[in-house]
């Protein structure tokens, strides 16, 4: 896959804010790795700034992980109702949000997700407890320019939809879906199966070793980057397939069993390279 749209070669002249500014809502007291997943994978797609905001610890940990990201500490260990407006006038400087990731299940959680969908105008990308929250209130994100990145059960958990192995099978319900709900949806899998409601399309860049927790995530930041550059949903989710499960590759070539989502931080910029 080529990238030269996305990634043309710079003016000499570019400046901090062209390149895309992606706010990441993730994180939880116990899942503290999501927002350094989302995070850091942005930074290396090529975001100018990534910030982060959720709960304490998740964001105590990230800040002592990375000096590149700006952390927001909540005050409670999940996101509530009560954080909403903080977090839709932080989102005021930003080009894209990547929202979902290890937020939790809490019905007070789920409430607030459903309002900062409903409420924001950015380009945003929903994984995990995100899709979750969405599959409650599907209507929130008509009109909105979204990107969904289920796998198979959080497909059927918004959807009701049970898919199988068969690649036809997946592109003719994800383009379904993705046509009834008016987003892009990039279905994870073996083969990604991405779909606007149009147009199909399918990534095999990937690799058995990426079954380790936070590879999601790293998907997820990487798509935000995009987003946050201006490109189209649809592009930007075939993009983000292509750049995570590449770099993957690259960290599976590395380290075989012992493969981490951190691993492909390294990986990220040289899947980019490779496509030049």
């Known amino acids: 896959m080529k990238l030269n749209n996305i990634y043309p070669q ?3 002249w570019t400046h901090k804010g062209e390149h895309g500014y992606l706010l990441v809502l993730a994180g939880s007291k116990r899942y503290s790795g999501s927002p350094i ?3 850091v994978s942005a930074l290396r797609a090529g975001a100018d700034l990534v910030c982060c905001v959720g709960p304490k610890r998740a964001m105590d940990i990230a800040a002592t992980f990375l000096p590149d990201m700006i952390c927001h500490p909540l005050s409670g260990d999940i996101l509530r109702p009560k954080d909403v407006p903080y977090i839709l006038d932080l989102a005021k400087n930003f080009d894209s949000i990547v929202l ?3 937020l939790g299940r809490a019905p007070e959680t789920f409430k607030a997700l459903q309002e900062i969908i409903e409420k924001t105008e950015l380009p945003v990308v929903i994984d995990a407890d995100g899709i979750r929250a969405l599959a409650q209130k599907k209507r929130i994100i008509k009109g909105k320019s979204v990107v969904l990145t289920p796998h198979i059960v959080e497909f059927e958990i918004l959807t009701g939809k049970i898919v199988r192995p068969e690649v036809e099978d997946r592109k003719m319900k994800v383009k379904e ?4 709900l008016s987003c892009t949806i990039l279905l994870k899998g073996h083969i990604d199966v991405i779909s606007d409601g149009k147009r ?4 095999k860049t990937g690799s058995p070793y990426m079954t380790k927790g936070g590879f999601g995530d790293t998907l997820s ?3 935000g980057a995009l987003l946050a550059r201006k490109i189209k949903p649809f592009e930007a989710a075939r993009a983000a397939a292509f750049i ?3 770099a993957g590759e690259k960290a599976a070539k590395k ?3 012992g493969t981490l989502a951190s691993d492909i931080f390294e990986f990220i910029p040289k899947a980019i390279k490779s496509t030049f």
Do not use: D, Q
């Open 37 to 39: 997943f989302n995070a």
């Open 255 to 257: 380290y075989g069993e």
């Open 244 to 246: 995570n499960g590449k």
């Open 100 to 102: 979902g990731s290890g």
């Open 200 to 203: 199909v399309a399918l990534n």
């Open 221 to 223: 930041g990487i798509l």
């Open 177 to 180: 879906m993705a046509k009834i």
């Open 10 to 12: 710079r003016n000499p």
